[in-house]
């Protein structure tokens, strides 16, 4: 299922938000123009190999950049199109909010932080593998962990196979989660970094407390798209004379 949009408006403009986007994508344009050589060569520098991380692979980087800058790299590389757009869109219809509700820095610290998380997790479960790890899903796992506490009852419009679905985010949120910690558990290697997701994920529940500003509370009421004008009271105010009946046209 894939979100295309949440009913749930901010007061802020997103702008740490639309910057990850345009450096995901200007990342991932820059990588395509590369030779298939020099593009795979790209992805080994800049992607985090969790035996690299732990065992020092020797692998040569631009300035002696040192193997953990790759937890940080990684999360703006992606594999292809597909990946790249599936993220970018979880990351514009979550990250607005959880923005709004951190404030523009401490969002950017957030988001860094459950990348990190998120790599590490990964590395760990499996710390002999020589596979680059490449995405901002961790991050963006993160991301999607704040938003659940915040707003679990917004309204998310997702596609669902055939048909336009809108589902409250704990709905949805919880469904993805699970599918995650399935998959993970799963005998079947698909390619996917399922532990990210899960650190990530966990790490955004449980940072969003000391990052968010003050007074944003959890678990806040569905609000709705537009800002609900105030409604004028039919009732005189107490102590004024009654309306005067409406005068009567000449047909009685």
Known sequence: MLPLHDDNPTTIRPVVTIGLIVLCLAVF?????????AARAFVLMFGAIPADLFHGLGI???????????LLTSMTLHGGWQHLLGNMLFLWVFGNNVED????????????????????????????????????SGAISGVMGAY??????????????VLPLRLPAVVLLG????????????AADQGVAFWAHIGGFIAGMALLVPFRRRGVALFQPLRAALPAKRRRSRLP???????KPPRRGPWG
Not at 29 to 37: A, I, M
């Open 148 to 161: 659940i506490l915040l707003h679990p009852r917004a309204r998310v419009l997702v596609w669902a196979v």
């Open 60 to 70: 040569p980087r631009p300035f002696d950049l040192p193997a953990w800058i790759t």
């Open 175 to 186: 469904l993805w989660f699970l599918m995650q910690l399935a998959s993970a558990f799963g």
């Open 237 to 243: 105010p107490s102590g004024s004379p009654p309306p």
């Open 101 to 136: 509700a951190l404030g523009h820095l401490r969002f950017l610290a957030f988001y860094a932080v459950c990348g990190l998380i998120a790599a590490l997790t990964h590395a760990l479960i499996d710390s002999s593998s020589t596979v680059p790890m490449v995405g901002a």
């Open 29 to 37: 344009v820059y990588q395509s123009g590369l030779p298939p050589r």
